[in-house]
């Protein structure tokens, strides 16, 4: 079974199939006070609410009289809107901003099953906001294992994966047959059906599974009102070992570490033992104000409160109010909003197929860097350059066609490959095909590639190439953008201006929501119908995004990202003068750090960071040789000490052992 939602939403859900777990939701934060004091939250080198000009324009300064106005200006016209703006909502009913009550026979397009505003799910959320709201699959959450067996209890599945949205459980199941397809030894598959194949994607061999009939699936199924409820609830299935639930109902798409965690606070997790880490993963970059910060919190609980959910046919204020903030805040002048990475880079990738289609361009050609990282999506998983995450998706040898690889940083490569792809073979161009670049989609610093910044003389000449050959440089911003470089984006260290760039992660503060930034002429190129999402820009999400946007603006926390990242590379580096046999190069921006594992350092990234974990401290592998080091932008200069002191702890052990 395919679903949609992730980890950090699972609460929420529970709360449809009648337990009292947990999730969130969001508000307006116009004119929200900050209550916790910045003291309080870091150390004393952020400025306190107001004592500094940030470099950032709050939300709450920018004029948002209008919605309709701000959607006309800022927001990417993907969808034909009926010019209503809903404020509230309560069972099915809606209210718009003049007060006027609508019945509601859209519900989202058929996503708020309980209606607007239904008590259960609204505490449900408020109180997994304030408990542990989003941590990385490198890990166990009872929640996750809870819904899992719920929905497998509940079905004919044995084991769910899950995702944020129809768009990307559709993704993962059409992945999930071409990987069956080739544990099958099939090379060119044309069917995608899914039986019961739980185990492709750990390619295991399903033959000989028993097939189900029909009438064994639905012949049980009791006409509607003919009983209480057919359906087992969350509360009563056996829920004690949160690691066996995941063993027998979660599909093993992650290799997990042994940890179960149930709350969290600011840098610090907690798990079911009571043991507290330090984390410096965040989520995987995604927690940037940390856990259970209260005006993420609030503003998720307010809105839950209010309206967390309505269809794209409408407006909704909370959706123009971030487009704004965030065109205010870059050079984009639109916005468009979706659920992940992999989804706003997936809508890059269309808008440069558009655009290029647009130039009479046939066979366009985005080209993206080796090594890179763009999302698990088969567009985007292509355009991800590193082979091992093709092996088994492919189709004739091929993932989907129009991508084209480029060494990063390679100024040479990358100029020569531009000349060979503008040069359309000649017996394609007898039957009018035209081939060009239509893209250079690049990381301003590869994460998951190792944690390498890009160079300004790299950038600079894809943005030179792109003018010269009417092709869109798009830069994904998706790990490194929203503060976590030191600048608000990662482009804005190199001194370029992309015309397309994309968001997610720490852009909800672990809330999913993605958005694809867009300026000039690739602002124009989407029209109604184009392209879209149904939870896209949703209140709730919204909201989050208005709270982390507001937190950045007021707390300047560009500053705290600056010194802590200062701070965190000058104590990495004096460690790997201690152990020069085992640690090398650290590099990096802000707080997106990494330090290399020597090749002779007997020892992976990866096994380093489990020897940190045993001392309290979470990190995160990116590749084989890098340790990669990602707390939440709020982190204090006394918790980033700690963490290198725990760190070195593990560094001294292994290498004394190692002796």
Not at 91 to 100: A, V
Not at 277 to 282: E, G, H, K, R, W
């Amino acid at each position: 079974m395919m679903l949609v939602q992730k980890s950090s939403v699972l609460a929420a859900l529970f709360a449809l199939s009648g337990s009292s777990c947990n999730a969130f939701s969001s508000t307006s934060i116009q004119n929200r006070v900050l209550a916790t004091s910045t003291t309080d939250l870091q150390s004393t080198t952020i400025p306190a609410v107001g004592s500094v000009t940030s470099s950032l324009t709050p939300p709450s300064k920018i004029d948002s009289s209008s919605v309709a106005d701000l959607f006309d200006k800022r927001v990417y016209k993907t969808y034909g809107r009926y010019p209503i703006t809903f404020v509230s909502g309560s069972g099915s009913t809606l209210t718009d901003e003049n007060g006027r009550t609508y019945l509601d026979f859209v519900s989202g397009i058929a996503t708020c099953a309980l209606g607007h505003n239904n008590p259960s799910l609204t505490d449900a959320v408020c109180n997994q906001m304030k408990q542990l709201h989003h941590v990385s699959n490198l890990y166990y959450t009872p929640q996750q294992g809870q819904l899992a067996a719920w929905l497998c209890e509940n079905s004919c599945a044995d084991k769910a994966f899950f995702c944020n949205s129809g768009a990307e459980s559709n993704e993962a199941a059409i992945k999930l047959a071409r990987r069956h397809a080739s544990n099958r030894g099939i090379i060119l598959a044309a069917l995608f059906a899914l039986g019961g194949s739980c185990d492709a994607f750990s390619s295991t061999s399903i033959q000989n599974r028993a097939a189900t009939s029909t009438t064994e699936l639905h012949s049980t199924i009791p006409a509607p009102g003919s009983v209480t409820s057919s359906l087992t609830p969350p509360s009563k299935l056996d829920t004690s070992s949160t690691a066996h639930l995941f063993d027998k109902r979660v599909y093993k798409t992650y290799g997990r570490y042994p940890i179960t965690f149930v709350s969290g606070s600011g840098s610090t997790l907690t798990d079911e033992n009571g043991r507290t880490y330090l984390d410096f993963v965040a989520g995987i970059a995604t927690c940037a104000l940390g856990h259970n910060n209260p005006s993420l919190t609030e503003a998720v609980c307010d809105q839950m409160k209010t309206l967390h959910h309505v269809s794209n046919l409408y407006y909704t204020p909370q959706q123009g109010q971030l487009a704004a903030w965030l065109c205010e805040n870059s050079c984009a002048d639109k916005a468009f909003f979706c659920n992940s990475g992999a989804e706003s880079n997936e809508a890059a990738i269309k808008l440069a197929r558009r655009h290029a289609s647009n130039r009479g361009i046939t066979d366009p050609v985005i080209i993206t860097a080796e090594q890179s990282f763009h999302g698990r999506t088969l567009a985007t998983v292509t355009a991800t350059a590193q082979p091992k995450y093709h092996k088994g998706f492919t189709y004739g040898g091929e993932m989907v066609r129009g991508f084209q690889y480029t060494p990063y940083n390679n100024l040479e490569a990358l100029k020569k490959l531009v000349d060979e792809i503008n040069i359309t073979p000649e017996e394609d161009a007898k039957v009018g095909r035209k081939r060009g670049v239509a893209a250079i989609l690049l990381e301003p610093l590869q994460g998951e590639g190792g944690i390498i910044p890009g160079t300004r003389e790299f950038f600079e000449l894809a943005r030179k190439l792109c003018d010269e050959n009417g092709a869109l440089l798009m830069c994904d911003e998706v790990q490194v953008g929203m503060g976590r470089s030191g600048s608000l984006w990662g482009h804005e260290q190199l001194g370029v201006e992309p015309d397309v760039f994309t968001s997610a992660k720490a852009l909800g503060g672990g809330v999913p929501i993605g958005a694809m930034m867009a300026r000039g002429e690739a602002a124009e190129v989407f029209g109604p119908g184009d392209h879209a999402s149904t939870y896209g820009g949703n209140p709730l999400a919204c909201a989050a995004g208005l709270a982390v946007a507001e937190y950045l603006s007021e707390h300047d926390i560009l500053a705290n990202v600056q010194a802590r990242g200062e701070q965190l590379a000058e104590k990495l580096a004096d460690i790997a003068s201690r152990y020069p046999s085992v640690l090398g190069e650290v590099r990096g921006w802000g707080l997106l750090r990494g330090v290399v594992i020597k090749e002779d350092a007997g020892c992976t990234a990866a096994e380093l960071v489990g020897d940190a974990m045993e001392e309290g401290l979470l990190l995160v592998a990116a590749g084989p040789s890098v340790v990669r080091f990602v707390p939440p932008l709020v982190v204090k200069e006394s918790e980033v000490e700690e963490a290198l002191s725990r760190f070195e702890k593990a560094i001294a052990k292994r290498v004394g052992a190692s002796q």
